[in-house]
Nanobody, 120 residues
Framework: VQLQASGGGLVQAGGSLRLSCTAS????????MGWFRQAPGKERELVAF?????????YYVDSVKGRFTISRDNAKSTVYLQMNSLKPEDAAVYYC?????????????WGQGTLVTVSS
């Protein structure tokens, strides 16, 4: 599976961005899809994921609950991360990832990362 992420950029605190990640190579609906992020000097953390198929279950790390929304469009083989009310601490490189079976941090496939910068 190849994952292509896009949508990062520079935004002021309080602003919004939408990240997209398009998959190719295997049946998209088979995968749990997630977004991780890694800020300088910090470990990579799981931000959100959406279950395979219709994506009826979602997970968010506490720090983004109520501000970020993950969704998937199976017809387009794309997962989105809508990020609202961005804070400087949200700044990081964001990676999309795909997993057949949830495996914590070591997901099966990774995108190349997209940089999100939040100015205060």
């Amino acid at each position: 599976v190849q994952l292509q992420a896009s949508g990062g950029g520079l935004v002021q605190a309080g602003g919004s961005l939408r990240l997209s990640c398009t998959a190719s190579g295997r049946t998209f609906t088979s995968f749990i899809m997630g977004w991780f992020r890694q800020a300088p000097g910090k470990e990579r953390e799981l931000v959100a994921f959406i279950t395979s198929g219709t994506g009826d279950r979602l997970y968010y790390v506490d720090s983004v609950k109520g501000r970020f929304t993950i969704s998937r469009d199976n017809a387009k083989s794309t997962v989105y991360l809508q990020m609202n009310s961005l804070k400087p601490e949200d700044a990081a490189v964001y990676y999309c990832a795909a997993d057949i079976v949830f495996s914590g941090k070591n997901w099966d496939y990774w995108g190349q990362g997209t940089l999100v910068t939040v100015s205060s």
